[in-house]
Nanobody, 125 residues
């Protein structure tokens, strides 16, 4: 059974860098053709795809967040990490990590087969 678990701080101050880690069990993040994404949902809004790291280590980002987003991985721990810089209160959201097979349509959130339970992040001073 594939499981994903997000971890990180629940409160971040404006202008700081948000860092969240997704720990994967039951599957390897290096297995061919799987993509591992970060997706968020601000209060009262829909799901927003932020970016992904591929089985190969290649990364892909939403154009609207590219300048502030970085996704890295630690294959020895089977984890991948989101770093979002210069956060503002508009970055307050529930953040999810999720898995998708194949690269086409990385931003199509309905095509992700496994999700973490989500973690609330609030940006406030």
């Amino acid at each position: 059974q594939v499981q994903l678990q997000e971890s990180g701080p629940g409160l971040v101050k404006p202008s700081q860098t948000l860092s969240l880690t997704c720990t994967v069990s039951g599957a390897s993040i290096t297995t061919h053709f799987y993509y591992w994404s970060w997706i968020r949902q601000p209060p009262g809004k829909g799901l927003e795809w932020m970016g992904a790291i591929a089985w190969s280590g290649s990364t892909y980002y939403s154009p609207s967040l590219k300048s502030r987003t970085s996704i890295i991985r630690d294959t020895s721990k089977n984890q991948f990490t989101l770093q979002l810089s210069s956060v503002t209160p508009e970055d307050t959201a529930v953040y999810y990590c999720a898995r998708k097979y194949e690269m086409a349509g990385l931003d199509r959130v309905d095509e992700y087969d496994y999700w973490g339970q989500g973690t609330q992040v609030t940006v406030s001073s």
